[in-house]
T-cell receptor
């Protein structure tokens, strides 16, 4: 079974631009979560989508948004990029079949975004 | 409040020896899951092992085992017979049962270096 895929793997943008990152979950997985990883803040939860609905959101400004499609693929968008948005963006998927705390999240390889 | 604490920024171990990576957590929930992930320099987060709060036995997966001490709120990862390929960042993470989502809270990580 194919793992979680993320595109693009690397991205260079300038301040003020916007960017869209894509994530394809493992087949059959209904939940997709996004995380931002930086050297200073570590791994921080951005948001989670389940059945095309945002189920949870982290403490990030409104410039960060996302969506999920009917095939569970997800995109996240960052508008008006700032230098501090430079980070590794990781997508993770899970079955979310039983709910609760037992589901394992499987991560993609990440998109490394550099904002100049 | 920080919920996952990994007190060892870096650890060194000789090849073929065992190593323990520490993780303590804080939650008032009775239902929670604890996860360990490995992140090589390539960036992808690799799931290693899971422990549920109601599991009476310590989890094991091959060379990985989890030393779960619920009263102390610790979930240390033990890697037996270390290999050079084990050199990576290791993250402890928790999901609380009440959250109703797949959100994981991560610790700051421990960088493990395996010496030949």
């Amino acid at each position: 079974k194919a793992g979680v895929t993320q595109t693009p793997r690397y991205l260079i943008k300038t301040r003020g631009q916007q960017v869209t990152l894509s994530c394809s979950p493992i087949s059959g997985h209904r939940s997709v979560s996004w995380y931002q990883q930086t050297p200073g803040q570590g791994l921080q939860f951005l948001f989670e989508y389940f059945s095309e609905t945002q189920r949870n959101k982290g403490n990030f400004p409104g410039r960060f948004s996302g969506r999920q499609f009917s095939n569970s693929r997800s995109e996240m968008n960052v508008s008006t990029l700032e230098l501090g948005d430079s980070a590794l963006y990781l997508c993770a998927s899970s079955l979310a079949a039983a709910g609760g705390y037992t589901d394992t999240q499987y991560f993609g390889p990440g998109t490394r975004l550099t904002v100049l | 409040a920080q919920k996952i604490t990994q007190t060892q920024p870096g650890m060194f171990v000789q090849e073929k020896e065992a190593v323990t990576l520490d993780c303590t957590y804080d939650t008032s929930d009775q239902s929670y899951g604890l996860f360990w992930y490995k992140q090589p320099s390539s960036g992808e987060m690799i799931f290693l092992i899971y422990q549920g709060s109601y599991d009476e036995q310590n989890a094991t997966e091959g060379r990985y085992s989890l030393n779960f001490q619920k009263a102390r709120k610790s979930a240390n990862l033990v890697i037996s017979a270390s290999q050079l390929g084990d050199s990576a960042m290791y993250f402890c993470a928790m999901r609380e049962g009440w959250s109703g989502s797949e959100k994981l809270v991560f610790g700051k990580g421990t960088k493990l270096t395996v010496n030949p």
